[in-house]
């Protein structure tokens, strides 16, 4: 092998080709290690494989063409091979890491100018250099790999009949997300220490039934709905240190799951409703019957956040036009969000921002239920977080670290439930406790069954941590509500 990249680096011979393959293979397999759920589908591979390497090797194979016809070019033919070898290179880590932007692109056009006419005569150490690195992250990228391929949904598997649920009354569901909304029992103490009394009075005035104390399984919006449709626990899917985000989570969310199977087999239209096309960034197939995102408004490129929605307008757009019609409606809204996910700020500062964006979120939620209320008299509306805001702590990736704090452990977790019943709330309705058994319960009440509540999933909450401790996942509240800190192995 070295006598072999010897002889290439001292051979006269000119690789445009592989010139082009080696400035985009780094990048490319960088930007799936780095990225890997946010780009697992086939359709995406096809889009990167043309981006970062058919379309460098149509320019250099063109470029190459253009100096052999052009004799003024021939002699620079190297120095032009090198400028674009080293300028595709730097775009395509810029697209793959800060992104985009005039001053960056300009850099690195200006830098791969300059270096460019200065190694030209290195062009073949550079990509010797680029394919070393490329070899280098294809290894780190193999466990992923083998973990998609690998995948299986046995823990999606219920452990009694629930799938065949024949639900007895069937109103329209509308499942309202406010993203990280802490619950009553948290808001007005600890890190939050906030009075939100007027928007609990409108809550209860317009017929709502308070939850106190409930929070998430999980501490992130993904891990946290994955389980919430899955009715069980994934307890991460086994984390690995460089890899710890849960794999087809959207998958899981938006295509087919129990939750989504047990509403159509008792003929409900599913309707997906989201701000952001977060869900849909690695393009899943969707399950629901009608997604007010479209793939068509999606970019390849999209980390979640470029599409969006005016959900109001989306809403209203497919409210039905008859009341006995049987919907389910889950509607995802951004606020009040949670602190930010960098370490470029303070909690104090963090907590003034969410609190304000809660206001923000109580006068959206108002606007919302009278839309509804006013199509759907008899509608069931749930209003519910899929974790909580993460107050008193400076940054998200704080929860990386041990914690003996209750108050900072329950800012991950705490998390609002809110439900307007279409009929008397059920008996057993105190056993709402955390999302994992969340449409247990409701499917429980729709049927007038009760046995399906013998297969609860224990209400405990769960977290990744890589400091202070040993990495692994671990039990942070149990069912109780008790702190703890009990390493678990995955299941």
Known sequence: M??????????????????????????????????????????????????????????????????????????YKVRILTV?????????????????????VFVVTFLSLILGSIFYK???????????????????LIPNIYRHLTYSKEWMQQPDN??????????NIYMIQVDGYANFTELDKGYYNFDN???????????????????SNYFSTLSSNSSLFSMKHHYYSNPKKTFSELLNARSVIVSENPVLQILKRNNYKTHLLMEKAYFLINRPKIGYDYCNVDYSEVSYLDRGFWVEKTLENDLEAVLPKEPTSNNFYF???????????????????EREHYLKRLEEANIWLEDLIA???????????????????FVGFNSTLETEIKQTDRDLIYSIYTSILAIK??????????????????????????????????????????????????????????????VVFNKIDNQ
């Open 371 to 389: 839309k509804i209320e006013k199509k759907d008299k008899n509608a069931l509306i749930i209003i519910s977080a899929d974790h909580g805001g």
């Open 2 to 75: 070295r006598e072999r990249i010897i002889n290439f680096i001292n051979s006269k011979k000119q690789y445009p080709i592989l010139a082009a393959i080696a400035s985009g293979l780094y990048p490319l397999l960088y930007y799936y290690n780095t990225n890997f759920t946010q780009v697992d589908s086939w359709s995406q591979l096809v889009y990167f494989i043309a981006l970062f390497i058919l379309f460098p090797v149509a320019v250099f194979i063109t470029v190459d063409f253009l100096t052999y016809k052009f004799k003024i070019l021939f002699k």
């Open 421 to 482: 019943w279409n009929n008397k709330s059920p008996a057993f309705d105190g056993k709402f406790k955390t999302p994992v058994n969340f449409f247990r319960i409701l499917f429980s009440y729709l049927s007038e069954n009760e046995t399906y509540l013998r297969a609860l999933q224990e209400d405990k909450s769960y977290i990744i941590i890589g400091k202070d401790a040993p990495f692994g996942v671990y039990e942070y509240i149990d069912e109780n509500g008790n």
């Open 331 to 349: 509607i995802q809204k951004l606020l009040p969000s949670h602190v930010t996910n960098t370490l470029r700020s303070s909690a104090k500062i």
């Open 84 to 104: 674009l070898n080293l300028g595709w290179f730097g775009f395509l880590i810029l697209l793959s890491t800060l992104g985009l932007s005039s001053k960056l």
């Open 197 to 215: 009394k007027n928007f609990n009075k409108y809550l209860r005035d317009n017929g709502f039934k308070l939850y106190l104390d409930y929070r």
């Open 122 to 140: 290195q062009l073949k150490k550079i990509i010797v250099f680029q394919l070393l690195l490329s070899f280098l992250v294809f290894i780190l």
């Open 162 to 171: 629930i799938l065949n649920v024949k639900f007895n009354q069937t109103p």
